[in-house]
Structures are given as C-alpha cells and as structure tokens.
C-alpha cells in the first residue's frame, strides 16, 4: 500500500511538471485555435449547415474532421518531451521508466482533451436550430479521445527515437497522416482484398469512423488500447536501453 501511494505520488509530481511545460509553450494555445476553427469550419461550411434544404444537424462532419487536423496537433504537444536537456533532468527523477513514460503521454493526453473543450461549442450551436443525436455526441468525443490516445503513444514513441523537436514533429506528422490516410489505399490502387483489409485495420482514421457515426464499436476501442499499450511499453524499453548506451 505504502508502495503504490508513492508511485502515484511521483507520478502526479511528473505529470503536473510535464502538464505545466506544455501549457507554458505557444503552440497548445495555436492548436486550440487551429482545432477549433478547422473542425467547426469544416463542419459548418463542409456539411452546407445554412444551405436550405441541405443542412443537417448531423454531426459526422464536425467528428469527421478531428483526426485529420490531429495530424499537426499531436506532434507539436509531444515533440519537445524528450529534448536533451529535459531527458537528462528526467533521468534524474527517482522514478521508473514506466512512470516517467505514462506520465509525458498522459500530460500529452490531458492536453490534447483540453483542445477539444471550446469544440463543444459546435454541437450546442446545432442543438438550437434542430435536434442533436445526444448519442451521436457522446461516442464521437469517446472515439476521438480513443484516438487520441493511440496518437499520443505514436507521439512520444516518434519523438524519443528522433530526439530533436524539429525532426520530431515532422516525422510525426508524416506517420501519424500515413496512419490515418492507409485506409484510403484500396479505392485508389489496385491492390489484393487481404492487403485492403489490412490497410483498413492499420488506419487509425478508420478505427473512429463508426464513433463519428454514433456507433461504439469495442474493436476499435480494443485496436487503440493495444496500440497505445504497445507503444508506451516500447518506448519504455527504448529509454532502458538508452540508459544502458546501447542506443
């Protein structure tokens, strides 16, 4: 017992410093703004809202556009989390591997929910000029924040191979729109049925596509949980393995 309350107590000590870091840097604050004019945009513009006869309050635009404009949000949360300064002060901490590694992707995370608050902005815009799917509401910011999750992961993975912020966000990106994009390879190369369905399983735009709709679908749910659970445990090792010089 003594045990686990100390664990939890550095983990919230690192978390609060890495949560603290990314709320002092610029680029959360551009990424709010980003998101949340890109998603209500696309949504408002996208899905002809104000057009008569052609407007719909239903939500798949507004949910549709998030994974793509995560593609450069993501990367600008997690690039900086293993600059050379700031791993040798971690490494310094009093704490595992594995916590120092949850606790970057939960403050990544934490964050990345944060962006998507003035958002909400959007469904109760549309719950006044017609009636909202409230379920429609709950499983698109369930999916989203699944996705995120995994995207988090990728993040910090990418980020901690790359070392210098710069390369780290771009390499990021570049994945993380490879990721959500591969789905599409079926409708626009010929390719065989196992490699298409390949694809589709890989991508993790496809993945949230059915929570965008209104649908939990527990697969998608159990992809993003073994991708985010995958990638932490990776970088973990990554890190001991650095710690050793080996890398």
């Known amino acids: 017992m003594i045990f686990l309350e100390v664990c939890l107590k550095k983990t919230w000590t690192v978390l609060c410093k ?15 703004f980003v998101f949340s004019v890109g998603s209500a945009l696309y949504f ?22 998030m994974p793509y404009l995560f593609v450069l949000i993501i990367p600008a949360l997690t690039m900086g989390q293993w ?65 995120q999750a995994a995207a988090c992961g990728l993040g910090i993975f990418l980020s901690i191979l790359c070392g210098s912020p710069g390369v780290a966000f771009l390499v ?18 010929s390719v065989t049925n196992w490699i298409g369905e390949l694809c589709k399983q890989l991508s993790f735009a496809w993945h949230f596509d059915a929570a965008g709709k209104g649908i939990i679908d527990f697969r998608d749910v159990f992809f993003y949980a073994v991708v985010t659970t995958a990638l932490l445990l990776i970088t973990t090792e990554i890190i001991k393995i650095k710690k050793r010089g080996c890398l």
């Not at 890495?18 to 709010?32: A, K, L, V």
């Not at 408002?44 to 556009?65: E, I, K």
Request: glycine share 8%.
């Open 18 to 32: 890495e949560i603290r870091n990314i709320f002092c840097h610029p680029s959360i604050y551009i990424s709010i």
């Open 172 to 189: 990021t990106s570049l994945v993380l729109g490879l990721m959500c994009l591969i789905h599409l390879v079926p409708v626009y190369l």
């Open 44 to 65: 408002f513009l996208g899905g002809q809202f104000f057009v008569p006869g052609l407007g719909s309050t239903d939500l798949r635009f507004f949910f549709n556009a």
């Open 83 to 147: 600059e050379q300064s700031a791993l040798l002060f971690d490494e310094s901490l009093p704490i595992t591997e594995g916590v120092l590694v949850f606790s970057k992707w939960m403050a990544a995370l934490i964050a990345s929910v944060v962006i998507l608050i003035p958002g909400f902005a959007v469904p109760f815009f549309v719950n006044i000029f017609g009636n909202l799917e409230v379920a429609q509401v709950f499983t698109g910011y369930f999916g989203i924040i699944c996705f």
